[in-house]
């Protein structure tokens, strides 16, 4: 690591951009992304900025890429000129007094001035600078901070956000849920609400939802926690104290607000900055042979009937991934990966300018429900603006091998195609497995940030292409039951006639009867009034429609996808559990009366509202299909194949669906 002080002094004869012959400069410097903006100077040709900052360098192979722009207000930025500051002919500890002449790519012979400069280069750990931070405290501070400029606090605090990059202790991630009970503010008696965040010198605002009490937002903030930074989180009208918080944990929090005015729902994470050796990885919980028996003496069988929310333990030890894609305009990128099982979500450090990132992170989960999914996804770190998509899988904690350290393809947004980059991890899943079947006939938790659907012609036919495919499976199977009283095949026909005889040989006299009550919808004025409806409201009602068969066939051809996928094994511990209850539904039929039983289901439905006025109602059999996947979700959670002989920047023809 280097430190790079700059002094930018001024710009000699620039070149004329704008028609009154003057121009506003504004200079740049980058280093695969921007890291410092410079302020503006108008109407001059030889400005004088007198800035200095201080960049941190990871190798000086890479040369700093320094842009001049002629600012306009309301349009695009006018190209001034470019130059190249090569890191390995400076001089280390010494300050160097730099002409930088600006170049036109398009335009080579064109003089477009220059820029004055001095720069002095500075390993981070060198004796010189140790000795003179321990001298001076204050110099230490000033040394990191942008000399202010009361005309342009909106790109300094953006500069001091690049420049403070590198000494982040950890990252603050926000999920903002909901709002609940909160006062109006409207004539309406309602209002329009929305939430500040506010750490250090970050800010940010969520998006406004109109004319409500209780607003779904439903966003994802991450804010950097610097060293300077007091660790206290201002939202709004409220504060929260993130030294109380436990690290590498998400938290849902309930936060009331100032003067009783409601609550704020949040889900937060603390993820420390900092790296562990790979020599710490082996001190891992799991990994301590007495640590383990304890966990799995506390998922063992004589805790199944204790603490039925806390289902199992996983843990991920993130190690590396190779040959990333690259997303700077230097070939390389600042990955860092995100974990996510439905709600918690944790991430590792950045490493910067490297497509072959080492990680070294283990991280913990606590496993509410064994049929989650965890998501693993690297980005590209952009500080000024939403981090890139690298790459992405899904991997089903049922499917996991535990203490085996596997290479995974990475895959595309929608999972259907594999993307440049392959991420090594070792995961280890311990679990009861009662509590975890238990849990296979209630609801399912709900992911809060999810991305919104949308209405697609594609998705439409390829829904409809998987529910006819489901109704030629049934017709297939109609067929081979009719062969049988056909007599096609004497043996077939023959063990199928036993079977009927003794399945309907003890069957009752008792008749049910269904009742369906059917709405008669009448036509009045309004029929006539919506003919006058606007085009605007025409078409939205016409993408509703759209969205709704969409979603319906999406519906059915799950339902039966996933009831051919139990059948198929494609999850055996759930195949095993739809043996084990069709068993003890004949044991309960032969020893019960059906009418006893059909009576005790109907008493616990009619009472369950009376014993838990709380409890959500819910279909068992229902809950247990949203469990088995999809031909969709197979496909998604399909690993790909690591080539050893190709190498992994390559990139791989798409999944056949």
Known sequence: MYKLEIDLKRGNNLAVRDRGGGRSPVSSFLSGKEVFRSKTIHKNLNPVWDEKTTIILDCLSDPLYVKVFDYDFGLQDDFMGSAYLYMESLEQQRCIPVTLVLKDPQHPDQDLGSLDLSVTLTPKDSPVEERRDSTSTLRKVQTYRWKPYVNKQQSLRLSELHRKSQLWRG????????????????????????????????????????????????????????????????????????????????????????????????????????????????????????????????????????????????????????????????????????????????????????????????????????????????????????????????????????????????????????????????????????????????????????????????????????????????????????????????????????????????????TMEAMFDWEAVEEDKEDKESEHKGFMNKLYAIQDVFFSVQNALDEVASNGERIKNTVNWTVPFLSWLAIAALLSAVVLLYLVPLRYLVLIWGVNKFTKKLRDPYMIDNNELLDFLSRVPSDVQVMHYRELRVDPGQSPSKRRRPIQS
């Open 171 to 510: 990252i603050v991630s926000i999920a903002l849920i909901e709002g609940r009970s909160l006062i109006p503010m409207d004539p309406n008696g309602l209002s329009d609400p929305y939430v500040k965040f506010r750490l250090g010198h970050q800010k940010y605002r969520s998006k406004t939802v109109p004319k409500t009490l209780s607003p779904q937002w439903r966003e994802q903030f991450d804010l950097h926690l610097f060293e300077e930074t007091g660790g206290i989180l201002d939202i709004t009208v409220c504060q929260l104290d993130l030294s109380t918080l436990s690290k590498e944990h998400t938290h849902h929090l309930d936060l009331p607000l100032e003067e009783s005015r409601g609550f704020v729902v949040l889900l937060v994470t603390l993820t420390a900055s900092s790296h562990v050796s790979i020599a710490d990885l082996s001190v891992t919980p799991l990994d301590d042979p007495q640590e383990r028996r304890e966990i799995l003496k506390r998922y063992g069988a004589l805790k199944s009937f204790s603490n039925f929310r806390d289902v199992g333990i996983v843990q991920v030890k993130v190690m590396r991934a190779e040959g990333l894609m690259a997303a700077d305009v230097t070939g390389k990128s600042d990955p860092f990966c995100v974990l996510e099982l439905n709600n918690d979500r944790l991430q590792t450090h950045t490493v910067y300018k490297n497509l072959n990132p080492e990680w070294n992170k283990v991280f913990t989960f606590n496993v509410k429900d064994i049929h989650s999914v965890m998501e693993v996804t690297v980005f590209d770190e952009d500080r000024d603006r939403s981090a890139d998509f690298l790459g992405k899988i899904s991997i089903p904690l049922l499917s996991i091998c535990n203490g085996e350290q596997k290479s995974y393809v990475l895959k595309n947004k929608e999972l259907t195609a594999p993307t440049k980059g392959v991420i090594h991890l070792e995961i280890d899943v311990i679990y009861n497995a009662v509590k975890a079947a238990m849990k296979t006939i209630v609801p399912a938790e709900q992911k809060y940030i999810e991305e919104e659907p949308k209405v697609s012609k594609q998705l439409l036919q390829q829904n409809f292409n998987r529910v006819k495919r489901c109704i030629m499976v049934l017709i297939s199977y109609g067929t081979y039951i009719n062969s049988c009283f056909e007599w096609e095949s004497a043996q077939r026909s023959i063990i199928s006639f036993v079977m009927f005889v003794l399945v309907v040989r003890d069957t009752t006299d008792t």
